[in-house]
């Protein structure tokens, strides 16, 4: 049986990382399960390149971000995604013009038993090469919630600083999780 998986997306500089890596440790206490966290790709990839990705670069991102996801969701009981290929296809939407990589993006979230879109509620924080600014925020937010609700996945707004952010997605995730594993 491969792992449950949490999809965690949002645009830039809100809190994906820090949310995933708390709920990570917080859902293995409280459950018991082996939980893994997979990183962005594009992180990565930017450093080892020393630069963005070229339009022709982003579908090996997208798949390379799933792959992980999958490779992970066979050693886990739990595998929470700090973001997944959507990302990839939303900004391929907006940066490039290219809509090639959405059903794919899309087609991910199906198999995921929660999408948690954080709120861009936080400070903007520069974070290497894959920021390009606040101004970012709100098209890539309106562009994730035109995704998903037009492709009729739910997905679950994940506000609040700290703790109280965490506590939040463990309101969402706790009842999903136990429902997972009961139907198993």
Not at 34 to 49: F, G, Y
Not at 62 to 67: I, L, M, V
Request: charge should be negative.
């Amino acid at each position: 049986m491969a792992g449950i998986l949490i999809a965690i997306v949002g645009a830039e500089s809100t809190g994906k990382t820090d949310l995933a890596q708390s709920l990570s440790l917080q859902l293995a206490s409280a459950t018991g399960l082996s939980c893994a966290v997979v990183p962005e790709v594009l992180r990565d990839w930017c450093v080892a390149a020393s630069r963005t990705p070229q339009a022709h670069e982003q579908p090996a991102i997208a798949r390379t971000q799933t792959e992980q996801i999958d490779a992970a969701a066979l050693c886990h009981d739990l595998v929470l995604c700090d973001t997944t290929a959507l990302m990839t296809a939303v900004y391929s939407q907006l940066l490039f013009q290219d809509e090639s990589l959405l059903a794919s993006g899309l087609a991910f979230h199906r198999r995921c038993a929660v999408t948690l879109l954080t709120a861009i509620d936080l400070p903007w924080i520069p974070d290497g090469l894959q920021r390009d600014g606040a101004h970012v925020r709100g098209p890539v937010d309106a562009s994730i919630r035109t995704a998903l609700s037009g492709a009729d996945l739910r997905w679950h707004l994940i506000a609040g600083q700290g703790q109280s952010r965490v506590n939040v997605a463990l309101q969402v995730l706790l009842p999903a999780i136990e429902f997972h594993r009961s139907s198993s």
